[in-house]
């Protein structure tokens, strides 16, 4: 008896173990409704975590969930005003109001159902178009985007730097909306570090043009009258004994006050061997500079 009343309460447990187990396998792939839907989505603004939105169920990319990371404003007092099955079973509306910033907002979201459940689409984004008067890129946080290009963000304020913000300054702040459009133009000025890293690079190429060679290199500034002293020449060896130093615009930059010593092995006009030594103290270099996401680029005319 003591065996058989073992048997029937482990049999039972089981069968309770296989309902429960059951029950929230049922409960995690049933769909929900779509306010249920809808202020799941909007609570995970609220909270400002990119895996609650996820969670959501919305289909939202990579960067607007690190930029979201980075938000400096979230929504707040978010709630369904009213919903509406929009008849065919797989789609509704849902009109929602949020709090951002102190303002009050209202819009409109669509829902469908996606992997089983309702889900918010894509009108529970906003887009964002940023400018900046210098560089290629804006940041947000830790993302980049390139300017110009319309990018789809989570509903949040955001702070939208010139980029690279290492080398750049410049910012501002602007809300993105669901279903909006947001642009923002931010004046971009240079940092002290980036003309630190200009300098370097341009120390880079003035190594890359003062290589020996037969050939006075393009794009480096440097002019070597030997024409009227030499028939051919096989060789030209540089020594930097002062580098240019850079100075940058938006745009460009120029390098001067550099010393440069030249020397010239080949056949003079004479035909015979001839070594010269040419120096100046007035090397300077023009050229373009962009500015990329992470880094500069320097390019000598």
């Known amino acids: 008896m003591i065996k058989a009343r073992w048997w029937v309460i482990g049999g039972a447990a089981g069968i309770v173990v296989v309902a429960a187990g059951l029950w929230l396998w049922q409960s995690a792939v049933r769909s929900s409704t779509p306010e249920e839907a809808t202020l799941d989505y909007l609570h995970a603004l609220e909270s400002g975590d990119a895996d ?8 939202v990319s990579t960067i607007a969930l690190d930029a979201f990371e980075a938000a400096t404003g979230l929504i707040d007092d978010g709630e ?11 789609s509704a509306t849902a009109e929602v109001s949020f709090d951002l910033d102190g303002e009050t907002h209202t819009t ?7 992997e089983g ?5 894509a009108t529970g984004l906003g887009t964002l178009v940023a400018e900046s008067t210098i560089g290629s890129d804006v940041a947000i946080g830790d993302t980049t985007v390139p300017t110009g290009r319309a990018v789809s963000l989570l509903p949040a304020t955001y702070t939208v730097a010139a980029a690279p913000t290492t080398m750049l300054e410049g910012e501002n702040p602007v809300q993105v909306l669901p279903g909006a459009k947001a642009t923002t133009a931010v004046d971009a ?8 890293a200009a300098q370097a690079q341009l120390d880079e ?22 024409g009227t002293e030499f028939r051919e020449v096989d060789i030209i060896r540089y020594r ?7 100075t940058l615009t938006p745009s460009g930059f120029i390098a001067e006050g550099g010393t440069l010593v030249a020397t010239v092995t080949g056949t003079g006009q ?18 373009d500079v962009a500015f990329t996401a992470d880094d500069l680029v320097l390019s000598p005319w």
């Open 189 to 196: 000025a240079v940092r002290p570090e980036a003309t630190a």
């Open 117 to 121: 459940r309702w889900s918010v689409d």
């Open 205 to 226: 190429i003035l190594e890359a043009c003062t290589a020996a060679g037969t050939e006075v290199p393009d794009g480096c500034g440097i002019r070597i009258p030997w």
């Open 52 to 59: 609650t939105v996820v969670a959501s169920g919305v289909v």
């Open 80 to 90: 369904v005003i009213r919903v509406r099955d929009d008849g065919d079973g797989v």
């Open 240 to 246: 930097i004994d002062e580098s240019p130093v850079i």
């Open 108 to 114: 409109q979201l669509t829902l469908g159902i996606i």
């Open 270 to 287: 004479n035909g015979e061997a001839l070594t010269t030594t040419y120096r100046t103290v007035s090397w300077n270099l023009r050229g």
